[in-house]
């Protein structure tokens, strides 16, 4: 599978927006699902959204559905994740994750991804 890698974290003022990249270094993503957690200190790792290997099944958690939208481009071997009216809530660690599970339900818990990458880290101000 070779490395993830994501990309697109830092600051942002509450209200403003971001796009977050999940790429395979040296392996091919579209071979897996994907999903995107995230963790801030002290805080449980929570599950955000997940997308199926074709792209036409999305999952999102209730914190962030409306808000965030999970995309992949297969051709660039990349996963997305827009960000929008983010607020300082959402400052934590980003993680983009791979997973052979078929089953969105699944795909919410981290055991179930079998590649992660190392986070981009993102910052809403007040």
């Known amino acids: 599978q070779g490395e993830l890698v994501e990309s697109g974290g830092g600051l942002v003022q509450s209200g403003g927006s971001l796009r977050l990249s999940c790429a395979a270094s040296?392996?091919?993503?579209?071979?897996?699902?994907t999903g995107w957690f995230r963790q801030a200190p002290g805080k449980d790792r929570e599950f955000l959204a997940s997308?199926?290997?074709?792209?036409?099944?999305?999952d999102y958690s209730d914190s962030v559905k409306g808000r965030f939208a999970i995309s992949r481009d297969n051709a660039e071997n990349t996963v997305y994740l827009q960000m929008n009216s983010l607020t300082p809530e959402d400052t934590a660690m980003y993680y983009c994750?791979?997973?052979?599970?078929?089953?969105?339900?699944?795909?919410?818990?981290?055991?179930?991804?079998?590649?992660w990458g190392q986070g981009t880290q993102v910052t809403v101000s007040s």
């Open positions: 997308i199926s290997r074709s792209g036409t099944v999305h």
């Open positions: 994750a791979a997973s052979t599970s078929t089953i969105p339900q699944a795909r919410r818990f981290g055991h179930n991804y079998n590649y």
């Open positions: 040296g392996g091919t993503l579209n071979s897996y699902a």
